[in-house]
């Protein structure tokens, strides 16, 4: 899934999105789509649109490290996701896909609040997919 971009911050919506989700979360088949410890992360779709998707990913105690900062882990994974669920919707449905490299810098520890992650694929993504 090369050629994404992620926004990862707290607080409300980052732009304006298609509403209606006809992506494998909103039409159920996420349990096939996404291992189980991903579901358990309890994401929510909030929104996605042609070319992009916005998650939330709520706190949990059960995510945050010592120090009560939330897992780098657990943020690299809602991002990875938000990733599929883009790529998905740009690609106009779920198609099979690996992940080939991930990057990400933390700017703050993030501390008893809900997270949003938005996800668009800033270059064509069938050549990374369909080879």
Request: glycine share 12%.
């Amino acid at each position: 899934m090369s050629g994404a971009w992620m926004a990862i911050g707290t607080g409300g919506s980052r732009g304006a999105f298609n509403s209606v989700c006809q992506l494998p979360w909103a039409a159920g088949e996420s349990a096939t789509r996404f291992a189980p410890w991903v579901l358990d992360l309890g994401l929510t779709v909030e929104a996605v649109g042609e070319d992009r998707a916005l998650l939330r990913l709520p706190w949990s105690d059960r995510l945050s490290r010592e120090g009560g900062g939330l897992s780098g882990q657990a943020l690299m994974a809602a991002a990875d996701t938000a990733t599929v669920i883009a790529v998905s919707a740009a690609r106009g449905g779920f198609v099979p896909m690996t992940t080939v490299q991930q990057s990400t810098s933390f700017q703050r520890a993030v501390t008893g609040s809900d997270v949003l992650i938005e996800a668009a694929p800033t270059e064509p993504t069938r050549s990374a997919i369909d080879h």
